[in-house]
């Protein structure tokens, strides 16, 4: 059974810092990952979703990596903004079973303070 | 705004009333899917629908009745509900099953 674990569960940083976010899952057998922003309350947003046959994906300050034989992925933001405070998420689409069932993690709740 | 709207915001329902959930999306996406965040728990997936047809019920309990008329509807009926599931809704859709999901901004329900 897949599960996607976030670590840590919260994190505070000075704005302006760079900062790299973790998630690592148990079954390499996925057909894609991808990171989700949740403001409190509200729904997700989706950042950025790596197939399983890239590396990485970029989107503005926003870096995403996957390493599918190890079982992780990282977020990397850079120059970090108080907007950036949210809740990150990460969740996987299983390759095999489930396809249509996305695995998400439990978050890391990011603030960055002024 | 994501494309995809939930009604109501918020509800407050007791135990033996029967409300309803409305999810529209105005994407053009065939794939509509309900999910549920408890309080520290991971979101779970509650039931999908591809090109109105339900093709996945996570073990979701018969007091949650899905119904999808049309791509672009999705509602989530209630009856007969627990504490416990007290919650944010989530509704998303995607082009197809597979590809990205968009998310609406939920219906946070609290059952008394």
């Known amino acids: 059974k897949q599960e996607v674990t976030q670590i840590p569960a919260a994190l505070s940083v000075p704005e302006g810092e760079n900062l790299v976010l973790n998630c690592s899952f148990t079954d390499s057998a996925i057909y894609n990952l991808q990171w989700f922003r949740q403001d409190p309350g509200k729904g997700l947003t989706s950042l950025l979703l790596i197939q399983s046959s890239q590396r990485e994906q970029t989107s503005g300050r926003l870096n995403a990596s996957l390493d599918k034989s190890s079982g992780r992925s990282t977020l990397y933001i850079a120059a970090s903004q108080p907007g950036d405070s949210a809740t990150y998420l990460c969740?996987?689409?299983?390759?095999?079973?489930?396809?249509?069932?996305?695995?998400f993690g439990q978050g890391t709740r990011l603030t960055i303070n002024p | 705004e994501t494309g995809v709207t939930q009604t109501p915001r918020h509800l407050v329902m007791g135990m033996t009333n029967k409300k309803s959930l409305k999810c529209e999306q105005h994407l053009g996406h065939n794939a509509m899917y309900w999910y549920k965040q408890s309080a520290k728990k991971p979101l779970e997936l509650m039931f999908v629908?591809?090109?109105?047809?339900?093709?996945e019920n996570n073990s979701v309990p018969s007091r949650f009745s899905p119904e999808c008329p049309n791509s672009s509807h999705l509602f989530l009926h209630l009856h007969t509900l627990q504490p416990e599931d007290s919650a944010l809704y989530l509704c998303?859709?995607?082009?197809?099953?597979?590809?990205?999901?968009?998310f609406g901004s939920g219906t946070q329900l609290s059952v008394l």
């Open positions: 629908y591809n090109f109105k047809e339900q093709t």
């Open positions: 969740a996987v689409r299983p390759l095999i079973q489930g396809a249509q069932k996305l695995v």
């Open positions: 998303a859709s995607s082009p197809q099953v597979m590809e990205k999901l968009f």
